[in-house]
């Protein structure tokens, strides 16, 4: 790595500002920042949050979910975990924890304020970025629409973006409702992506 984005990538990787806020969670976790990035990345990643099973192996979509993104975007694994190729910037770098009623709660705002700029400025340009879900949508793309409408406007943000929903389980009744994304958009996800990995 470069200097910069080394430095920035050491740091990162040793953030504890919300170990207060993850202590008074249901799963009273210490922060464990999942740090996926290198100069060079052709793909960029943008996602919400790492959940629980990342935060264990502190590998980014190391789960069913990233299965399921991993056959939308047409890459294997080695593929995907390659920083030199994909990098991986969710909206949070650490799992943010559960609420009482065992839901996800959501990216602490600090995270991104603290990290972002720098972040973004030091990786660069990359070929094709991707948008999974609704934090990443709202900041990166500046939308107010929500995840259907921005996903069904995704010509809108070619050639060098697309928005995805989240790949979680739980979108399943809404992939069966919308059969254009399967139908339209994953052909066109998987072109783009190999062109930028090429």
Known sequence: MTAPIADLSQ??????LCADRFAATKTRHAPRPVVWFAPGARLLIAGQAPGLRVHESGRPF??????RLREWLGIDEATFWDKSRVAIV???FCFPGYDAKGA????PPICRDTWHDALFAALGEV???????GYA????????TGVTETVRNWRDSLPGAIPLPHP???NTAWLKRNPW????????LRTRVREALE
């Open 11 to 16: 740091k990162l990787a040793a953030c504890t």
């Open 62 to 67: 190391d789960d069913p979910s990233g299965k």
């Open 90 to 92: 969710p909206m949070a």
């Open 104 to 107: 996800d709660l959501p990216p």
């Open 127 to 133: 070929r094709l970025r991707i948008y999974v879900g």
């Open 137 to 144: 949508q709202r900041y990166h793309m500046g939308v107010r």
């Open 168 to 170: 979680s389980w739980r």
């Open 181 to 188: 994304f399967g139908d339209e958009l994953l052909p066109v």
